[in-house]
Structure formats: structure tokens, C-alpha cells
């Protein structure tokens, strides 16, 4: 069996010579056949940063949130627990698939959804919008189709959550995954919302990996 990592990649780079660079994920996901255990960058286990900074800004029981790419539904599920109503999507069916019978009696509500071509009555919509990792699995102009999309989710006082792999601003290197410098996730505020905390930080992997965890708000 060959490399997970490499394996992907190539998948990745074919899908974007047919000139369809989201298509992967899809078979990606159909490729683990349920098996949870293969798909390798899943930690299964919500964000400790993210539990965190929920845990500290506790908001009233109802909220609206949305888990976006939510893959295996550890995020939205935890921030179920902490008593959002919640939407977690994925482009990938296979992926819902795997949340949905990971969690068969959860009330959050799994979707299989296009962030490119979300339901009209989503935007402007969530208190909590939840964002991980998946802009830096895309290439080119969707990476900022994306994050425009994205704080396209958060309603006036809402805040989306963005947590990712960093690099530096004068690093160009296009591996996959092609983290975010600063002035990249700075299309938070270019967008219209306010930064409201921002943290730098190397994760514990050997080598660390440099991250970003930001919070932007949309002022009412």
C-alpha cells in the first residue's frame, strides 16, 4: 500500500487536470468504504482549540452554527454538546454518509452541500460559523471563492472560527496542503468582518507545523 498522503495528492492533481478540483474529495471518501480508520487526516476528536474558545464564550442554548467540510462530525458534534443547533456539511456524500451513521441519534443536522452553491436561506444565517482546513485543500481562485463563501455564512454578531496550517508570506511553495499566510486569511476582514483574536502557533507533530486559530466577527 502506498503513501495515504502521496496517494492523495495525485488523486487531487487528477481531478484538477480534468478541471474539477473539488471532485476528489468525493472519491476520497468513497474510496474508505465506511472505514473511518482511512481517512488519515481525521483525528477524531473535536478541536481542542476550538473547545476552548467555545468553552470561554459561552452563548445562549439555540444559537446557530455550521460546521464547514465537517467530514467526520467530531467538530459539530461537540458544539452540539455546548448547546448549538447545528448544521454540518460536506460536499462529499460518502462523508455525510460516515456522520451520519458514526452518530444515528444526533439532531445535528448533516447535509451534503456545495460551499460554492449553499442553500439561499444559509447566508448571513449562523452565530457560529466553524471553518478548518478546507481552504487550504483547494487551489487557485476557489481559495478565495471559498473564504468569501464562508464569511458569507456569519450573521450580523456572529463569528466564524478559522483554524488551518500557516506558512510564511514570502513562502510560495504550492505543496498540497497550500497553507494560508497572514495576508490570505486577512480576507477575513477584506470581506467586511472584524478580527477579534488571532493566534500563531506550532502544533506538537515532529516537525511541528505552524497553524493559524483567528475569530472574526461580523459587527451588527
Avoid at 3 to 25: M, Q, S, V
Avoid at 48 to 62: F, I, K, R, S
Avoid at 65 to 78: S, Y
Avoid at 109 to 137: H, K
Wanted: hydrophobic share 40%; proline share 7%.
Amino acid at each position: 500500500m502506498g503513501n495515504p498522503k502521496t496517494e492523495t495528492i495525485r488523486l487531487a492533481e487528477t481531478y484538477a487536470a480534468k478541471g474539477d478540483p473539488d471532485g476528489w474529495f468525493e472519491e476520497f471518501y468513497d474510496r474508505a468504504g465506511g472505514d473511518i480508520s482511512r481517512v488519515y487526516w481525521a483525528d477524531l476528536e473535536p478541536n481542542p482549540l476550538l473547545l476552548d474558545w467555545v468553552d470561554a464564550h459561552p452563548t445562549p442554548a439555540g444559537r446557530r452554527a455550521v460546521v464547514v467540510g465537517c467530514g467526520l462530525g467530531d467538530d459539530a458534534e461537540a458544539l452540539r454538546e455546548r448547546g448549538y443547533s447545528v448544521v454540518g456539511f460536506d460536499i462529499s456524500p460518502s462523508a455525510i454518509d460516515m456522520c451520519r451513521k458514526r452518530y444515528p441519534d444526533s439532531p445535528v443536522e448533516y447535509v451534503v452541500a456545495d460551499l460554492f452553491d449553499l442553500p439561499a436561506s444559509w447566508l448571513r444565517g449562523f452565530d457560529l460559523v466553524y471553518e478548518c482546513n478546507t481552504i487550504q485543500i483547494l487551489t487557485g481562485a476557489n481559495r478565495l471563492r471559498a473564504l468569501s463563501a464562508i464569511a458569507e455564512l456569519v450573521a450580523p454578531d456572529g463569528e466564524v472560527i478559522v483554524s488551518c496550517r500557516s506558512r510564511a508570506s514570502d513562502d510560495h511553495s504550492q505543496t498540497f496542503p497550500i497553507a494560508l499566510d497572514r495576508h490570505e486569511i486577512d480576507g477575513f476582514v477584506r470581506e467586511g468582518l472584524t478580527e477579534t483574536h488571532f493566534l500563531a502557533y506550532d502544533d506538537h507533530q515532529d516537525p511541528p507545523v505552524p497553524h493559524f486559530f483567528a475569530v472574526y466577527r461580523r459587527l451588527a
